[in-house]
C-alpha cells in the first residue's frame, strides 16, 4: 500500500487537502490539545520522488484550525478556518503571517470550500454559529450571509458541475441545495439522517448526486431529481462519519472516515470497502489527489498525517 506517514508533533490533525497545482503537495491544519486550547498549525508537505513527506512551510495561528482551502487560481494561495471564527489567507511565499484575516463569524469556522467553477473566484464558509458565509478573496467583507439551518453548519460544499449551485449540512439533521446568487431559503432542504450530519460530497461524474455521512454511522447518497428516499446507503463505520470523498477519477469510487478510527475505500457498484486502520484516534481529514490518480491522505487526532495508494484505485475496471 506504500503508506508514509507525518508526525504534527503535538498537533491533532483536522483537515487535509491535495494542492491542485503541485503535484504531490498536501496541506494539513492541526490544533493543540485538540483544538480546545492553544495553536493551530498549517504544515505543508511535499511527497519526495523516493515517497518521503518532507516539510515545506509550517505556518503558526493564535487559535486552533480547522479546515482550509487551497485558492483555485494560485498556487501559494491558502485559506484557514479558526475556532476564534475567522478565516486567514495565507501566501505560501511569505508564511509568517496571514496577508488578510476576514472575522465575520461569532463561533469557529469548521468548513471552507472555493469554487472550482473557474468563471469567478468565490469562497464559502460555515460556522458554528449556524451560518453560511459567501466571499470575494480579494474582498474585506463577506457577500452576503445564508440562514436556513438551525444548528451548526459542519459542511459546505460547491457543485463542481452546477456554477452558484452549493450544498450544506448541519447539526439539525438536513442536507441544503443553495442558489448562491439569492441568499434566502435554500432550494432543497431534506431531512437526511436521523442524526447530526457531518459531511457532505458531490459525485464529480453525475450532476445530481451528492452524498451525506451522519453520527449515525451511515453513508446515503441523494438523486435531487428525486430526494424522498437515499438511491443507496453504505453500512459499515461503527461511528460518526467525519468527511466524505468522492474520486475524481473513477465514478463509482468513495472514500469516508470515520470517528471509529478507520478511513473506507467504497465500490459503490459492490457496496463493499477496503477498510484500512492505520490510524489510532478519530480520523478527521480525507482527500483524493486530482493530479495523482493513485493517492489518498488522511490525517487524525492521533497527530499523523498518511497518504498511501489504496488498491482499489489501481482497479480501473
Known sequence: MDLVSFP???CHGYSVKFSPFVERRIACVASQNYGLSGSGFLFILDLSPSNHLTLAVESRWTDGLFDLAFAEDHPDIILTASGDGGIQLWDLKTPEVPKL???????????LDWNQ????????SSSWDRSIKLWDP????????????SDLVYNVSWSPHLPNCFASVS????????????????VVKLTAHPTEVLACDWSKY????????GVDGRIKAWDLRNTSTPCFELIGHEYAVKRLRFSPHQAHLLASCSYDMTTRVWDTRHLQ???????REFVYGLDFSCLTPDKIVDCSWDRTVS???PPSVLNTV
Not at 484575516?101 to 468548513?111: A, G, P
Open 101 to 111: 484575516v476576514w472575522k465575520e463569524h461569532s463561533r469557529e469556522v469548521c468548513c
Open 8 to 10: 504534527l508533533n503535538d
Open 206 to 213: 453525475d450532476r445530481n448526486v451528492i452524498v451525506t455521512g
Open 273 to 279: 470497502p477496503e477498510v484500512f486502520s492505520h490510524h
Open 117 to 124: 467553477t473557474r468563471q469567478q473566484q468565490l469562497v464559502l
Open 138 to 149: 480579494k474582498g474585506t467583507n463577506s457577500l452576503c450571509t445564508f440562514l436556513g439551518h
Open 307 to 309: 497518504i498511501y495508494t
Open 171 to 186: 447539526g439539525d439533521h438536513t442536507l441544503c441545495i443553495w442558489n448562491s446568487t439569492k441568499p434566502g431559503q435554500p
